[in-house]
């Protein structure tokens, strides 16, 4: 079993930034994808931003420029560096690893507000 606590969300103006953390504990083993996604009122759950085993990156178009997703594997913890944020980056964040298609770990997910 893997547990992910995230942390660092709050209220920031925009134009400020935050870094999320996701602290892993249990289980971590043959994770092939470690994820953050975002949920905003009346929208779609939505891939922000994937570190594959590998190390390779990928970003939603909306926030590729002014996120950077990163890891500490001594730390066991997954990172997400937010800049320059909008009123449109408001929403609840998750992290999520994956160790198969059939095989995923959620946190409970911490909420990120961005006033203009």
């Known amino acids: 079993q893997v547990q992910l606590v995230e942390s660092g969300g709050g209220l920031v103006q925009a134009g400020g930034s935050l870094r999320l953390s996701c602290a892993a504990s249990g289980s971590i083993f043959s994770i092939n994808a470690m994820n953050w996604y975002r949920q905003a009122p009346g929208k779609e759950r939505e891939l922000v931003a994937t570190i594959s085993r590998g190390g390779s990156k990928y970003y939603a178009d909306s926030v590729k420029g002014r996120f950077t997703i990163s890891r500490d594997s001594a730390k066991n913890t997954l990172y997400l560096q937010m800049n320059s944020l909008k009123p449109e980056d408001t929403a609840m964040y998750y992290c999520?690893?994956?160790?198969?298609?059939?095989?995923?770990?959620w946190g409970q997910g911490t909420q990120v507000t961005v006033s203009s």
């Open positions: 999520a690893l994956r160790r198969s298609a059939a095989e995923a770990y």
